[in-house]
């Protein structure tokens, strides 16, 4: 009888680090062809379709650009975008490529951590090769600032970086984007942008306990839904809605709120007017 206890304890614990291991060894995306020919200057333009200048510029506070330091609040405590200038110790001029290029694909750090959620990798993952490559040149090409961010003021448990591994094996798909072949090539630019580096679900889908997207895409989180849907029962239609992502008002003659006023001052009043057209099919469910 102890005998058979023993060997039963055995068989579940030898499951329980089975469990472990697999949650705490989530798996890396495709891999990437980083040999091709950077563009700085498209790369730029990223900065500004990613929302990097937004989160990653202390606007509140006049910092520097790029230079990190603008809190981000959360339901588990207050995050500090990181400096991401290419000064080789305050920022990222360190980085290899492919370190970067894991950071956004994978979100993993350049020591082998798990980045938190909160620097959205699981919309960057999506993102194209090419633009990968050029985000990293366009990055390394803006002036270096030497400024230091306070750290994260996280609570425990949420203050263990090994937890997010397990979180990333059970909500975090490393994938790339896929045009869908019946839609026309303006309604597939403007999902690759919402969908991708532009990570609008990253507000307006619903998280559950823990912070993972849990929901139907852009139906409302902790900002409004932005479906078709809701967006026609506001009064939009396509002109609306790109007069509204480039400074204008909404249908009820209202400014966007706070955040959304600097996704729009600081990213999408700097896209091409193509990009914008792209994203409002999509939005509207237009081609």
């Not at 700085?40 to 330091?69: I, K, M, P, S, W």
């Not at 366009?138 to 263990?160: I, T």
């Amino acid at each position: 009888m102890g005998r058979r206890i023993f060997i039963g304890l055995a068989a579940l614990a030898a499951a329980g680090v089975g469990i472990a291991a697999w949650l705490l060894s989530p798996q890396p995306g495709p891999g990437r062809d980083l040999a091709l020919t950077p563009d700085a200057e498209h790369g730029q333009y990223l900065l500004r379709l990613g929302g990097c200048v937004a989160c990653h510029t202390d606007t509140q506070n006049n910092g520097a650009f790029l230079a990190g330091g603008a809190p981000i609040e959360s339901p588990f405590g207050t995050f500090f975008a990181p400096n991401i200038t290419p000064h080789p110790q305050a920022g990222i001029g360190a980085w290899t490529l492919e370190e970067f290029s894991r950071a956004l694909s994978d979100g993993v750090g350049r020591q082998g951590e798990h980045l938190y959620p909160a620097f959205p990798y699981d919309f960057y993952t999506r993102m194209s090769d090419q633009d990968i490559v050029d985000l990293y040149a366009g990055l390394m090409a803006v002036p270096a600032v030497q400024s230091s961010n306070p750290p994260h003021r996280l609570g425990f448990p949420f203050s263990v970086r090994l937890g997010v591994a397990a979180w990333k094996t059970m909500f975090f798909e490393p994938v790339r984007f896929a045009p869908d072949t019946t839609r026309s090539d303006l309604w597939n630019r403007g999902a690759y942008i919402v969908t991708g580096p532009a990570h609008c679900g990253a507000c307006h889908t619903p998280r559950n306990a823990i912070g993972a997207t849990d929901g139907a895409p852009l139906s409302g989180g902790i900002a409004p839904a932005i479906t078709a849907e809701a967006l026609e029962e506001l009064g939009y239609d396509r002109a609306w809605l790109e007069d509204v992502l480039t400074g204008g008002v909404t249908p009820e003659f209202d400014i966007p709120g706070k955040e959304m006023a600097e996704v729009i001052s600081e990213g999408t009043m700097h896209w091409t007017a193509e990009d914008i057209t792209a994203v409002a099919a999509y939005l509207l469910d237009e081609d």
